[in-house]
């Protein structure tokens, strides 16, 4: 039934249908995602927030292949594509940049794996480092970055990556709190310029009101989904929007949610 | 400043040879050792003095038949390792083989050397490949499989393809490892070397050693066993040298 | 322990003891040239036939391993062993302490052997072809001073080191002719039914007939302990003796010390060697003098030994038993 | 589900074992390679029946041989890199002679060796000792001083003290470089316990081919052989076990 | 003189006075630390607040004795311990759990090394996991955690060790708002029982205010202080005290003094 909707309407950039993962270790038998759907429309941003250990990450290694679901599929432009890599933009939750590469080539390594470090990547990678606040630590090797400013390499590499649909992974948590305002300003026009679809793993609601069109509430583990909100302010947003009445009574209700949901299992 | 780095790595292995050629050389006039049981040191410089030149040629030949080996005798290590890395059945299967390619001794190897391939040069190589490509091999095998599971993740998440995966991920990742299979195999090439002399050679520092073996010489035995040290230090140190260049993303062990 | 492990073999054997004493025997090692055949059988005749009992000896009979026996003879580490005239010629001029004391077998028993397919009937016949050897100037030696002496010019021959391999394996590949003991390797290439030309070196110079192997052992144990060494020989020589009386009976003596060694071979072999060991002397183990003297001029004159030997200090007949 | 593991980890092997011996036997007969050259697998088989009893005796000592000094061997090797991880100075004086302990040839040292240690066990166990000790000495060190180095902070932050970094951090951090270098070792040993028993010996697989070699049989040196490999083998694979059992943590190579 | 002084006063539990540290890789020089002093009285809580590689963890690092600082002292107690390791409870800014022990050997590894992994050990510990929320993980790997589970065990590693002065990197940056709040409380509770004295490096200008007695604001890179707040509210500070209007007043004008320092060095 669902499938033959999706046909009919114009095909999602991405979405997840129905997905169910759990972890078998030896005799534990672990569920994680529990009949997982959302979709991301093209050009869309799309959140999910959820308590820590539900299965966010989980999803995201789902939807890039590196797990198999025991059940559902994920489909981008309408086709199924679970099970294959290489069809996202990833930044993930850990930076895992490469000790052996200087910053720069940690940031261009997406862009090599699709065949695309040529000079003009270099310059731009170098502009987006200036950007980031990692100009003059091009030749730095990771471990003599801070862990934001290893967050921030990490997220120009997934960035640099030529895939239309992107995956962030908690990509600002170890931001300062203007850091990561001027991360997130610089994300919107990012997205706004290429229309790339996006789909954010957050812990801040606030991060997740100013960014997205729509957030996905997931409940504790196993993950299900819990509330869809759609966010109804206008693009591009104001700088002040934090402190508009209707952002505020929002965030409250999503609070809520999350607190009732959480009560119901603590964490 | 790099000039005072250098002297501090060279002192203290210098003072260490230096010990202990001067207590071989007391234990020797202590106990009255014959010089033809165990040379001293002065012995055998007096030897290196007097009767060098004629090593010249032994040492020469033998250089280039180990370097040749030990450079077959580690790509070898190497592309096995990565066949096998890359093919996990192929390891699988071919592991004992691998084994037993360590077990046949020259004794019963020889003969079979000699008659397929004749005395030339090609026989010793063998040999030579024989004893260096299995630490490398095992070695780079055990490297290329242990590499980081998070990065693993991120490459597969990222699309890369199993090529990428190994080029940009597994070896950078097993290279420590697998320099230290080469450091091992630079080790052995330099007896391997030797051995592969022995079992048929006109010159060559084996080939030397054999016959002074028969005439008593122990002083020469020792002169080409100092030299064959030599060359295994040099080796060595090259490699070494290899790999702090190679691996410089590394953190100085005790910076700041 | 000793007295005790003794005394079982002597119980056993009570026949052959004349002194059946708890007296303590004493250990003594010798410590052969190579892997054991029938160049040793006398030595395991004289411990199986309880000869070394005798004489109040404990006899082990050790393998040298690829350390040689020569080593472990001069320094006193094992009193007896079987060694060459060769070595204690280059060991003795090069101050180690050999003394050859008895020569198992009379007349050099070596020579230049190849298939019969290389027809390879003189050492005329040596021009042309490839020689496996160990690349030791003294083969080389040995080589030019046949050739020369029939006239042949040993510059024709090709040397190849050919290590490992023996004389088998070597003929069957480049290699056309090499040099064999016949009484091991001759006697197996009849077994096989591969007949070989030989020449032995002994027929082309006297100078050529050196002993091999010899018995060893060190100038320390002759003085201090002379008495050893004449029991030791004392009952040495009767183990020759048995062997040279009863081949088939010796070799089932050397086989049963080490049945791995092929039983076909070591009979024919001990058939073969039996006779040689005394051959011309007027007992077994003696040596003369000229026989050193000529040898040892040879490799000086081919500059294969440094110095002059002393041959008088490299052997004695001091120790064997009176006729 | 277990049984099933263990059948697909060893039908691989046992299969590109199977095939060997087939390509062997069929070469031999093939290109009628005579027995005494290269025994067919057939005639080793063939000879293993009827002469294996007098074997068994020097098989079990040859095993004593090379368990004892391999377990020697990598206990030295072991001890070695811990006193000269902890003591860096100990590490560059010392690794010239580490070095040289591989470059001395057995015709060299085995009169060495017997002068000073006699005919007993002791000298056979300092030659495989000193074919053991060094790859996992060398495996070892370099696995301990590769450490990661955010772990190595946190426990210098949390006040660890050497031992404990020691202990807690470098040594788990370095089991898999150990453990591959004892692999090494493992199939060393075996090599290592034939030639100390061509040193001088009156029983063990060693002493047998080389009596055999005396009397040009070939069938049976490669009978010795085969037990060489198969004792190879089997230590390999032990290790490998006991790398199962200890490194337990590390995620399947491709769980889910 | 300070020496003078603080000998007079009485002890501080830590007293970090004048450090200056620049980072010598070959022949580049990045002055990090800049005459930084700061105090924390026993039994306090204080946060320290600073743009993302400003130097916030090389000072942690300072602290703990890993790196010599080029000038100044570390003072514990009224004693001169810079340089002096195992001073301090730590709870890195990377969890750096060790990947061959579980779970609940990694939260007793801090423990274990001041010789108290006792049987009671064990059971706080796992105690504290269930009310952390990794009841049942005990015997997990750490890389069949999530990364805000792998945090918590991280954090809970921190806790248990004994030392009088606890040390928070970015303690609770990977945790969704529910769960980092309750562990907030958490930590609250177990402080104001135990009345160690904390030292909490955070991007949150909210978790900073609910905890501390007082923030440290840094400048960017190399790091100075900036500023000193004192934060009036009394304790045991209320539920919904990031409701009160003083508190937001405090967070606009810590956010306003971070966003003038910013705009003179852009990160
Ligand atoms: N080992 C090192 N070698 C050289 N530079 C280093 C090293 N460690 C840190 N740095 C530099 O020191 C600066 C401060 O790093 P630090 O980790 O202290 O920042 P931080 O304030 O903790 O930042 P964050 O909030 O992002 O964690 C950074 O610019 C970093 O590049
Ligand atoms: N490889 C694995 N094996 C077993 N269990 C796993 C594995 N990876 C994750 N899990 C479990 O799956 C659950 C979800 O993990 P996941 O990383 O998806 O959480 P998350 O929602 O991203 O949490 P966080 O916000 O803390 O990052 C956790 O309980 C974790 O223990
Ligand atoms: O943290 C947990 O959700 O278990
Ligand atoms: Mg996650
Ligand atoms: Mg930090």
Same mark, same amino acid.
């Given at each position: 039934m669902l499938t033959e909707k999706s046909h009919l309407a114009s095909p999602e950039a991405l979405e997840i249908r129905d997905i169910s993962l759990t972890f078998r270790e030896r005799r534990q038998h672990l569920p994680v995602l529990n009949d997982i759907s959302l979709s991301l429309p093209a050009g869309k941003f799309i959140s999910i927030i959820g308590?820590?250990?539900?299965g966010k990450s989980t999803l995201f290694h789902v939807i890039g292949g590196l797990l198999k679901p025991d059940r559902g599929n994920i489909l981008m432009g309408g086709q199924n594509v679970t099970g294959q890599r290489g069809l996202i933009s990833y930044v993930p939750q850990k930076p895992a940049l490469f000790p052996w590469r200087n910053t720069l080539d940690n940031v261009l390594l997406a862009r090599e794996l699709t065949g695309g470090a040529n000079e003009a990547a270099h310059e731009e990678a170098r502009a987006w480092m200036n950007r980031a606040g990692l100009g003059g630590f091009e030749k730095a090797y990771p471990h003599m970055l801070s862990g934001g400013m290893q967050q921030r390499a990490s997220f120009l590499r997934g960035l640099l990556a030529p895939q239309e649909v992107i995956c962030l992974d908690e990509p600002f948590s170890s931001l300062d709190e203007l850091t990561r305002s001027d991360m997130q300003r610089w994300l919107l026009d990012l997205w706004e310029d290429s229309r790339r679809s996006v789909i954010l793993i957050t812990h801040s609601v606030d991060e997740a009101l100013i960014l997205s069109d729509t957030i996905y509430l997931l409940s504790g583990r196993p993950a299900a989904v819990l509330h869809r909100v759609d966010v109804p302010f206008t693009r591009p947003r104001r700088e002040d929007l934090t402190e508009d009445p209707g952002f505020l009574e929002l965030k409250r209700e999503i609070g809520a949610r999350m607190k009732e949901e959480q009560r119901k299992k603590p964490i | 400043m790099k000039l005072r780095q250098l002297w501090n790595s060279i002192w203290p292995p210098l003072v260490a040879v230096i010990l202990f050629l001067i207590l071989w050389q007391a234990a020797t006039s202590l106990f009255h050792i014959e010089k033809w049981i165990l040379p001293s040191p002065a012995d055998i410089a007096k030897e290196a003095s007097t009767g060098a030149a004629g090593l010249w040629r032994h040492t020469l030949a033998t250089l280039r038949l180990l370097l040749l080996g030990f450079a077959i005798g580690t790509a070898v290590g190497l592309l096995m390792a990565f066949a096998l890395h890359v093919v996990p059945f192929l390891k699988s299967s071919l592991y004992p083989l691998i084994i037993l390619s360590q077990n046949v001794p020259t004794i019963a190897l020889a003969p079979l050397l000699m008659i397929w391939f004749g005395f030339g040069i090609l026989p010793k190589i063998i040999v030579i490949t024989l004893v260096c490509f299995f630490p490398v091999a095992v070695a780079a095998m055990d490297g290329l499989s242990r590499a980081d599971r998070v990065m693993l993740d991120y490459m597969r998440m990222a699309g890369a393809s199993k090529g990428q995966i190994f080029t940009k991920l597994e070896i950078p990742h097993a290279l420590p490892s697998i320099l230290s299979g080469i450091k091992i195999a630079a080790t052995y090439s330099v007896m391997g070397a030797v051995i592969a002399e022995w079992i048929?050679?006109?010159?060559g520092i084996g080939y030397y050693m054999m016959l002074q073996k028969s005439s008593f010489r122990t002083d020469k035995i020792f002169l080409a066993i100092a030299i064959i040290v030599a060359i295994s230090l040099a080796m060595f140190g090259l490699i070494a040298l290899l790999e702090k260049w190679l691996i410089r993303y590394k953190p100085a062990k005790d910076d700041k | 322990q000793n007295d005790n492990k003794a005394n079982n073999s002597a119980g056993n054997k009570s026949a052959a003891s004349g002194k059946e004493t708890t007296a303590a025997l004493k250990d003594v090692k010798v410590v052969l040239?190579?892997?054991? %055949?029938t160049n040793h059988t006398g030595l395991y005749a004289a411990k199986e036939q309880g000869f070394y009992k005798e004489e109040g000896l404990n006899v082990d009979i050790v393998l040298p391993g690829s350390g040689g026996a020569d080593a472990m003879v001069a320094s006193g580490e094992v009193p007896f062993g079987v060694s060459y005239q060769e070595s204690v010629t280059q060991g003795r001029t090069q101050g180690v302490p050999l003394v050859s004391? *008895? *020569?198992?077998?009379?007349? %050099?028993?070596s020579g230049f052997a190849a298939p019969v397919d290389r027809s390879i009937k003189s050492p005329k016949d040596y021009e042309g072809k490839t020689y496996g050897g160990w690349g030791s100037p003294v083969e080389e030696a040995i080589l030019k001073s046949v050739m020369d002496l029939s006239g042949a010019d040993v510059s024709k021959v090709k040397f190849i080191n050919m290590g490992e391999a023996d004389y088998f394996t070597a003929v069957k590949r480049d290699i056309d002719f090499a040099w064999i003991f016949y009484a091991w390797t001759g006697i197996e290439a009849e077994l096989r039914g591969e007949p070989l030309d030989m020449q032995y070196v002994k027929d082309y110079s006297d100078k050529l007939d050196y002993y091999t192997p010899v018995l060893v052992t060190n100038e320390k144990t002759i003085e201090s302990d002379p008495e050893l060494v004449k029991a030791f020989l004392r009952a040495t020589s009767k183990g020759y003796q048995y062997a040279i009386d009863h081949p088939e009976e010796s070799a089932d003596i050397l086989l049963k010390a080490v049945p791995e060694l092929d039983k076909e071979l070591v009979v024919a072999s001990q058939k073969w060697l039996s006779p040689k060991y005394q051959d011309d002397a007027a007992r077994w183990g003696e040596q003369k003098r000229e026989v050193w003297q000529n040898y040892s001029d040879w490799m000086h004159e081919r500059k294969l030994i440094e110095s002059p030997l002393d041959t008088d200090r490299a052997f004695t007949n001091d120790f064997l038993p009176e006729q």
């Open positions: 308590p820590s250990g539900c | 048929g050679a006109d010159k | 040239d190579w892997s054991p %055949n004391i *008895a *020569a198992v077998i009379q007349h %050099n028993t």
